[in-house]
Nanobody, 123 residues
Framework: QVQLVESGGGLVQAGGSLRLSCAAS????????MGWFRQAPGKEREFVTS????????YYADSVKGRYTISRDNAKNAVYLQMNSLKPEDTAVYYC????????????????WGQGTQVTVSS
């Protein structure tokens, strides 16, 4: 069992930045690929980005490439999402997720989920 807790969401103006954090419990954090998803009102959950066990491999959805950066600190059992140049269409609840794989971009591979943190971008 892995518990994930997101933080860092809030209200920001378009063009601004936010840094989301995800704190994981347990001693096996480095054995999980980690990912971020988001869900806007009335829309299905959307893949945003993922990172491998060691952080050597990452993947980004086209909508966030060049603006978002995922990173992890296995010593702290934490994963981060730096979001720059935010747009109103980035508004969503952002979820941290963990997968018992080296690296994956498949939503069904993520078996542990946080409760989510709200990100709202105003225009």
């Amino acid at each position: 069992q892995v518990q994930l807790v997101e933080s860092g969401g809030g209200l920001v103006q378009a063009g601004g930045s936010l840094r989301l954090s995800c704190a994981a419990s347990g001693r096996s954090f480095s054995s999980y690929a980690m990912g971020w998803f988001r869900q806007a009102p009335g829309k299905e959950r959307e893949f945003v980005t993922s990172i491998s066990w060691s952080g050597g491999a990452t993947y980004y959805a086209d909508s966030v490439k060049g603006r978002y950066t995922i990173s992890r600190d296995n010593a702290k059992n934490a994963v981060y999402l730096q979001m720059n140049s935010l747009k109103p269409e980035d508004t969503a609840v952002y979820y941290c997720a963990a997968s018992p794989r080296v690296w994956t971009v498949v939503a069904g591979s993520f078996v542990y989920w946080g409760q989510g943190t709200q990100v709202t971008v105003s225009s």
